[in-house]
């Protein structure tokens, strides 16, 4: 019988139980020999749960265990997070998490730990929940250069804006829908302000480039100053608007990383994804655009990504999985300066001032001095010299890329 155990009892953590609990049939057919969860790490009192003699308060007890092969990371943070899965790889026990603050920051030396040990550091769970998108890009996609990453990457943002797109809430009353509907935190920061996404976009970044994009260097910026009259714009110009989390490849290696939100035109299928779903759109030089969709959290989505991190690492105890990215000396992340974009400007001014300083594709006629203006494509530092030029003759309220 082979011994795992589990590091956190949350939502995740629990539904990593449960699905070892609920499919033990199926997980011994899949790696030959039943699996049991030996040990649950977590300091409150869960005594009363049927598997309540499982818990420790102590993590030396799975550390120094020798039948305890494979752990479960699902506590989250980058504190004890981050010792207990240094600690668990050095002791030689492979680590497999849904964190994904620890993965996008500390990710390049705990994968160097765990090749140095002979161990694996697994952590599909850690973009898009139960979407299946870090094993096909390493497994399946493997033959591919990328070119470019584009994805809706948060549920509880893309669930804020289908709100606001097809019910006409603000977005302050999504938001308290949200947590109502347990979609959002009570400190919700993270999603909303794009960190989350962030995070994600950099794992992917690293995955798809070789080295580390850190994620305190990339560009971040969140939906709470998205109104329902650039919602509604948005829908003039045939577009909705969504948060993405993107990178693109540029011809001398470096790259693109930054999340913000987007009109989308709504031929694309991103435009489609709606609610708690998640949508990645990957493009290999080989196949070309691929998507992957599906709910990006959900305790029993996740926690079979991290359960399937787990029988991947029991089947391959002799030989690890060959996963790894530098620690950011090659500065591939490029300033956003000089990528290119359409863009969406609402601005309340004169319209002799938006076409001197705007290549403009479309113009509104103005509803009470407020101008909507699409214009042709020009470079991020373009855009922002053009938006101090018009701040000073006017108000830009808002300026969103177009895709």
Known sequence: MIKVAIMGHGTVGSGVYEVFDMNADKIAKTVGEPVEVKYVLDLRDFSSLPYGNKFVTDFSVIENDPEVTVVAEVMGGVGAAYQFTKRCLEAGKSVCTSNKELVATKGEELLKIAEEHGVNYMFEASVGGGIPVIR??????AANEFNEICGILNGTTNY???????????????????????YAEKDPTADIEGHDACRKICILSDLAYGDKFDPDQVSCEGITKITLEDVANADKLGCVIKLLGRSVRCENGTAYAYVAPHLIHKESPLAAVEDVFN??????NATGEVMFYGKGAGKLATASAVVADMLDSIEHKDKRRRIFWGDGSKHLLRPLDTLQSAWYVRFKGAQKDVEELLPVESLTEPAEGVFVVQTRKLSTAEMNAAAEKLNARGEVRAAMRIL
Do not use: E, R, S, Y
Not at 279 to 284: K, L, N, P, S, Y
């Open 279 to 284: 949508a990645i759109m990957i493009d290999g």
């Open 160 to 182: 804020i804006l289908t709100q606001m797109i097809h019910n006409g809430v603000t977005f302050a009353d999504a938001l308290k829908q949200a947590q109502l509907n347990g």
């Open 136 to 141: 096909p890009m390493l497994q399946c996609l």
